[in-house]
């Protein structure tokens, strides 16, 4: 089984843990959040990271472990980038609920399947959606001199 661990900016990292708990209240143990404050020096947060790692890690039925983070090039991105490295982990920047929720339901497939899971339910989570439905649309006016009538 794969551990989960969200790097983010405060309160978005407890946020998710708290949104996935919710539909999966069984993966708190393999489930770590870390909210990087904005006072802290990167090195404390690395600290602490490096901390919850390694509790997660410690026990036998955790195979590796997937790092999430918010946005590539910030502070919980750079902290994650020196976390996992020679570390039997991967790490996925742009953390949003349906990938999370896709990574704690697959947790249990290879790293590499779960990483290729979660950028897929990241990015299928993302889509535009119609600001009015059809049903709540104005109806057209039928002129009887238009030809656009179908047959």
């Known amino acids: 089984m794969n551990a989960i661990l969200i790097i983010a900016h ?3 990292a407890h946020a998710l843990r708290q949104c ?3 539909v999966f209240p069984d993966c708190g143990g393999e489930l770590v959040a870390i909210d990087v404050q904005p006072n802290l020096p990167p090195e404390e947060t690395l600290a602490t990271a490096r901390i919850a790692l390694e509790q ?7 195979s590796g472990v997937l790092v999430l983070t918010d946005i590539f090039g910030a502070t919980p991105s750079n902290v994650a980038q020196k976390l996992v490295d020679g570390v039997a982990s991967r790490l996925i920047t742009g953390v949003n609920l349906p990938m999370l929720l896709r990574s704690v339901s697959y947790r249990n497939e290879p790293l590499e399947a779960l990483v290729s899971r979660a950028v897929v339910g990241g990015t299928q989570g993302v889509m535009q ?4 439905a059809p ?10 001199n238009d030809d656009d009538h179908q047959q």
């Open 135 to 144: 049903q709540n649309q104005p109806r057209r006016n039928h002129d009887p």
């Open 129 to 132: 959606v119609a600001i009015t």
């Open 20 to 22: 996935a708990l919710h």
């Open 56 to 62: 997660l890690t410690h026990g036998e039925k955790v």
């Open 10 to 12: 405060a309160p978005l």
